[in-house]
């Protein structure tokens, strides 16, 4: 029995084109009609990309129903887009094509519409064919995009694997949601940013002047639009897909600053690389991430792994196989949100640690605030007891430097020295001196 093309039909009245019998029209093949006109239906329906072989779009629905945000959503459909107009309308097919239309029709033009609908349901068939000759040439498994990268050299190879979506009690806005940030992931849409990492004062600074930085992992929607974590990383948390994403960043980032490291310029350069808590969890997820840090072709002492306090408890056997690898190559470990209480840790883990970031909360006392000040003295103390470097995170205005200069830090970071680039791209001021 010959295949029944699936036709999805946005905001259009199926009667009034008489779409029911088209397949009673020339040769057209066999068509099923699914007509949408409530807006929370859309997205639902267009999650199943690879369900369609044509899309069928009234001009006005078009943006009544956010067709044009969600579309730009599908990193890959065998759909066409077909829009309609009305007789009066001054949508031209140029600008049909600008938002994404294989093609533009008028109202009660149905001729056309039967010549538009054979030769799409023809494209969407040679796109199907396609995707399943890429399945059987990667062994049963269709390979997502690789993401792109412009600077130093040649483009990375690491790739995000397909990742699981596991049965979980959730609501729709979840389903729905989770579902895009997925096809968005394996769709290629992750990237980096880089936000500099500065020595606060001269008599701090190491007598190399090294670039540091932070990789920050976002995710950019169709539209090219950055997502920022907390758009994405409830998503991501549910079901547990940080380890293949950490696996993603490391690869990318290492090979960054290899060739950062290996330039003509011989950059002298380091890098803080973010590891979630799951990837420490269990041996499968953190072996991948062990054996990157160790063929790594970067200098000794330039990588500085950043993790939460909770896994100094939670996960003891993935940290000290982690700290393993870290100590042969020299490089460093460092605590998130680190806090007055959290000095005690220190003494569990002797030498264990190279870098601390404060609690960013403190920063948004009052500048002038003596218990504050004392605290964030206290802190600097206690790590430079352990020989351990000092990061003040989220420093935003200039108001601070007195406060943590005083203090005694060592590093700061945040929007007052730079915010976060894709590119790599470091202050002219190495050094901030007060």
């Known amino acids: 029995m010959s295949k029944v093309h699936e036709i999805l039909c946005l905001g259009m009245d199926p009667e009034l084109w008489r779409l029911d019998d088209f397949s009673a029209a020339s040769d057209l093949p066999a068509t099923r009609i699914t007509a949408i006109t409530e807006a929370e239906l859309v997205p639902p329906a267009l999650l199943e990309a690879q369900r369609w072989d044509l899309i069928l779009c009234d001009a006005a629905a078009y943006y009544d129903l956010r067709?044009?945000?969600?579309?730009?959503?599908?990193?890959?459909?065998?759909?066409?887009?077909?829009?309609?107009?009305?007789?009066?309308?001054?949508?031209?097919?140029?600008?049909?094509?600008?938002?994404?239309?294989?093609?533009?029709?008028?109202?009660?033009?149905?001729?056309?519409?039967?010549?538009?609908?054979?030769?799409?349901?023809?494209?969407?068939?040679?796109?199907?064919?396609?995707?399943?000759?890429?399945?059987?040439?990667?062994?049963?498994?269709?390979?997502?995009?690789?993401?792109?990268?412009?600077?130093?050299?040649?483009?990375?190879?690491?790739?995000?694997?397909?990742?699981?979506?596991?049965?979980?009690?959730?609501?729709?806005?979840?389903?729905?949601?989770?579902?895009?940030?997925?096809?968005?992931?394996?769709?290629?849409g992750l990237t980096l940013e880089y936000q500099p990492i500065v020595t606060l004062n001269a008599m701090n600074a190491p007598q190399q002047e090294v670039a540091l930085f932070e990789a920050l992992m976002r995710l950019k929607d169709g539209s090219g639009r950055t997502l920022q974590p907390l758009e994405f990383f409830p998503a991501v948390a549910r079901h547990r897909w940080f380890s293949k994403l950490d696996h993603w960043v490391f690869h990318r980032s290492l090979n960054i600053l290899a060739r950062m490291q290996a330039s003509a310029s011989g950059a002298a350069a380091g890098l803080f690389l973010n590891l979630a808590a799951d990837t420490l969890s269990t041996a499968t997820s953190l072996e991948p991430i062990v054996k990157l840090i160790h063929s790594a072709e970067i200098a000794d002492g330039s990588l500085v792994i950043e993790v939460t306090k909770d896994v100094f408890h939670k996960y003891q056997e993935g940290l000290e196989t982690l700290c393993a690898v870290l100590r042969a190559r020299g490089h460093g470990l460092l605590i998130e949100k680190f806090t007055i209480e959290d000095c005690a840790l220190l003494d569990e883990v002797p030498d264990l640690v190279s870098h601390v970031k404060i609690n960013c909360a403190l920063l948004d006392h009052d500048v002038g605030a003596e218990k504050v000040t004392e605290e964030l003295m206290q802190m600097v103390r206690c790590a430079r007891e352990h020989k351990i470097k000092t990061i003040a995170l989220a420093v935003d205005k200039a108001d601070l430097l007195p406060?943590?200069?005083?203090?005694?830090?060592?590093?700061i970071q945040g929007h007052f020295v730079s915010m976060p680039y894709e590119d790599l791209v470091y202050p002219s001021v190495h050094v901030v001196e007060i």
């Open 403 to 411: 406060r943590l200069y005083t203090a005694g830090f060592d590093y």
């Open 67 to 188: 067709v044009d945000k969600l579309l730009k959503g599908l990193q890959e459909r065998d759909a066409s887009l077909v829009i309609a107009r009305p007789p009066g309308s001054t949508l031209s097919p140029a600008d049909a094509y600008r938002r994404g239309a294989a093609d533009l029709v008028v109202s009660g033009d149905r001729e056309h519409l039967l010549m538009v609908v054979a030769r799409e349901l023809a494209n969407a068939a040679d796109r199907k064919e396609l995707r399943r000759l890429r399945v059987i040439a990667g062994g049963g498994r269709e390979a997502a995009p690789l993401p792109k990268l412009t600077q130093f050299g040649s483009p990375s190879t690491a790739r995000v694997e397909p990742i699981p979506m596991p049965a979980a009690p959730e609501t729709e806005a979840e389903r729905v949601q989770d579902m895009r940030i997925k096809r968005l992931i394996e769709g290629g």
